[in-house]
Nanobody
Framework: QVQLVESGGGLVKPGGSLRLACAAS????????WGWYRQAPGQQRDLVAH??????NLDDSVKGRFTISRDAAKNTVYLQLNSLKPEDTSVYYC????????WGQGTQVTVSS
């Protein structure tokens, strides 16, 4: 059974940074398409960044501010959030793109002064 555990969220002021982590057990991120999603209250869950075929793709809303990376040894993927804005406030999740696992609990990011 694949399990995903997100961490690293918190309360940050506008312009601040956070690094989110997503550790997987039961399946490797290596050679798989995977991504980071976010869901604001009352909104649908949206894909904001993903890695596929060795390429990174970012939604226009986060391009230039967010980056993704992977640590193969830890089977963990990361989402670096820089220049955060209040509209980035959401619960952030990771998942595989080809055969999604059950969603983890996510990690809350709140951007507020």
């Amino acid at each position: 059974q694949v399990q995903l555990v997100e961490s690293g969220g918190g309360l940050v002021k506008p312009g601040g940074s956070l690094r989110l982590a997503c550790a997987a057990s039961g399946r490797s991120f290596r050679d798989k398409a995977w991504g980071w999603y976010r869901q604001a209250p009352g909104q649908q869950r949206d894909l904001v960044a993903h890695s596929s075929g060795g390429r990174t793709n970012l939604d226009d809303s986060v391009k230039g501010r967010f980056t993704i990376s992977r640590d193969a040894a830890k089977n963990t993927v990361y989402l670096q959030l820089n220049s955060l804005k209040p509209e980035d406030t959401s619960v952030y999740y990771c998942n595989f793109l080809d055969y999604p696992a059950s969603w983890g609990q996510g990690t809350q990011v709140t951007v507020s002064s």
